[in-house]
């Protein structure tokens, strides 16, 4: 009887993880269409105001990629116990090919 119910529970989180794709594809495709409806120069309108040309900033002086929105983050969410911290090491100022590496703490 155990296995039964490990098997149905198995069969259910796979199905459920399904289910939630297709639902996410069909919101898109919906998306898509609503879009579709929107007349062509306001849509590009709406695309240049929302600057995807321009470089999403991370950090005070810290640019990173261009084509998203960026999403400002409370500073109190770092006092969450359940906050992971970034792993990427960041380092601010003018990047350049022939800078050489920032020196790290755990080098020897």
């Known amino acids: 009887l155990n296995i039964l119910i490990a098997q149905l529970a198995l069969a259910y989180e796979t199905l459920r993880k399904d289910t939630e794709g297709y639902a996410n ?3 898109g495709f919906n ?3 609503i879009e579709s409806f929107i007349p062509q120069k ?3 309108s709406l695309f240049e105001k929302l600057e995807f040309d321009a470089p999403l900033e991370f950090d005070q002086g ?3 990629p261009a084509g998203g929105i960026q999403e400002l983050v409370p500073a109190s969410q770092r006092n969450h116990p359940r906050y992971v ?3 990427i090491l960041r380092y601010t100022g003018v990047a350049s090919g022939l800078d050489p590496w920032p020196k790290d703490d755990a080098d020897p």
Do not use: L
């Open 62 to 64: 810290d640019e990173g």
């Open 25 to 27: 594809m069909n919101r």
């Open 85 to 87: 911290p970034d792993r």
């Open 31 to 33: 998306c898509i269409e």
């Open 42 to 44: 306001w849509r590009i």
